[in-house]
């Protein structure tokens, strides 16, 4: 497989995110975000870890940026710290927190890397979080002026911006089952969460694409492979409403399809916090849409799983191979999704925004061997190629993520990185699978 069967326009890249490797969280001015609250209770990240330090991207961002470089990958991902901008969330702009973003994209532009931003990937600041967050309807102005300040502040220099990360992940886990920050849960934080997300991922889109027309606007979503446990109809059709739960329901409003509830009844308990005119305001007319897929996920009937009556039958109880997050080791997976979005007529264009696996890496004499991720990348790649070829839009290609770091929940245990971090000096190695992307970027 050569990269030239993908074309010279394609993509490729890599992904990461400001909370899972910045650190400094509160240098320069920064407010405390959700997560740095989560992170400090009891209880709620593996082994008590924090992302005070990370990969300390804040300080060494010049280092890993060579690394990119030396990779020869041409794109970066990164996110904005919406509390670096805007320690409190609104008002006041801490110029300090714009300069390190214009010092990232400045840096990324002199070694010729195209940088991506993503205004929210999950750091909401803690003090909008103290007047409701994501369930209070005033963060649709909030998150607007915000994308306002960054389209202002470091337009000139993008070409490619992305609104949100995976906001089913955000809402569902940290709204629903509470197990992300902010830590909420139930449904009465879940309905309001989707729906404010998918009304500020809306206006966001159209303050970018106002200000930067040229510019390609994006927004991004988790997606898996769902399949059902056997093709007995209850197993089919939990499998469906897991399907609009995990991978329709935040996509189809902004497509303008509305919410997907005509499957799931429990869903048109969002229709509550609606308002006149919102089914015009939740859509938006993307350039591309980011999808994030790592594994597929199988699912059968359960009577007793409250509102979907449906449940995941887990990857170890399937007794198939396992990454570090237990999560199935399926890069197929990756060429039904693309397939299942292409159908969407109103999607122009995908990018796979994130893609990879964690693995129990090693350091053996200072090498890392990780032939697991390797192959798991390569046959990613591999079956995109394929989807690609039978005429979905699939354009764009980008490994999560550069280096080892904070997998939120999970610590710093699951290693997703092309290079490994010594999180005790802050060494980076260059891992089997990054050399392996480097030579097949060259
Ligand atoms: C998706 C998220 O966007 C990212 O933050 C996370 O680390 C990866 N998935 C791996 O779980």
Redesign the pocket.
């Known amino acids: 497989m050569e990269k030239e069967l993908f074309g010279k326009d394609f993509k490729w890249g890599v992904s990461t ?1 400001a909370f ?1 490797i910045e650190g400094s969280c509160s240098s320069d001015g920064k407010g405390a975000s959700i997560w740095d609250t989560f992170t400090a209770r009891k209880g709620k990240v593996h082994g008590g870890q924090n992302a005070g330090v990370a990969c300390d991207f804040y300080n060494l961002y010049e280092k890993d940026l060579d690394i990119v470089k030396a990779l020869n990958i041409p794109n970066f991902r990164f996110s904005i710290a919406w509390s670096r901008i805007l320690p409190v969330g609104k008002g006041a702009v801490n110029q300090k927190g714009l300069d390190f973003y214009n010092r990232l994209i400045d840096a990324c532009l002199e070694r010729g890397i195209d940088p991506w931003p993503t205004l929210y ?1 999950w750091d909401l600041p803690q003090a909008l979080e103290d007047l409701g967050g994501w369930t209070n309807r005033d963060v649709v102005e909030w998150f607007s002026a915000y994308a306002d300040i960054c389209a202002r502040n470091f337009g000139d220099r993008i070409g490619h911006w992305m609104v949100m ?2 906001p089913m ?1 955000f809402t569902g886990a940290g709204h629903f089952l509470g197990v992300h920050a902010p830590g909420r849960t139930g449904l009465k934080n879940f309905f309001p969460a989707v729906h404010h997300a998918v009304l500020s991922m809306a206006a966001g889109g159209r303050i970018l694409k106002a200000s930067q027309p040229h510019a390609e606007i994006g927004t991004t979503f ?1 997606c898996s492979h769902i399949e059902p446990y056997s093709q007995r109809s209850w197993d089919v059709s939990a499998a469906n409403r897991a399907d609009v739960l995990f991978n329709r329901l935040l996509i189809e409003p902004v497509l303008g399809m509305g919410y997907p509830d005509k499957d799931v009844s429990v869903m048109k308990g969002i229709r509550k916090y609606m308002l006149p005119g919102d089914e015009e305001k939740m859509a938006f007319d993307f350039d591309f849409i980011g999808i ?1 897929t ?1 594994t597929r996920e199988v699912i059968r009937y359960s009577l007793l799983t409250p509102y979907l009556h449906a449940k995941l039958v887990k990857a170890e109880k399937r007794k198939v191979p396992l990454t570090a ?1 237990k999560w199935e080791v399926y890069p197929e997976g990756i060429y039904p999704v693309i397939k299942k979005y292409s159908q969407y007529k109103q999607i122009k264009k995908i990018y796979i925004t ?1 893609n990879g696996a964690a693995f129990p890496d090693t350091v053996t004499n200072g090498t890392v061997d990780d032939q697991e991720r390797l192959a798991f990348i390569r046959t990613s790649i591999q079956e995109l190629l394929r989807a690609r070829e039978e005429g979905c839009p699939a354009e764009g290609y980008f490994v ?1 993520t550069l280096t080892d770091n904070f ?2 929940a999970e610590g710093y245990r699951p290693r ?1 990185g092309l290079v490994h971090v010594d999180f005790e000096t802050q060494e980076r190695r260059v891992k089997s699978s990054g050399k392996w992307y480097r030579d097949f970027l060259k």
């Open positions: 995110a899972q990937h990360n995976e992940v988790s994030q790592y997050m994130e999560w997998e939120w997703f």
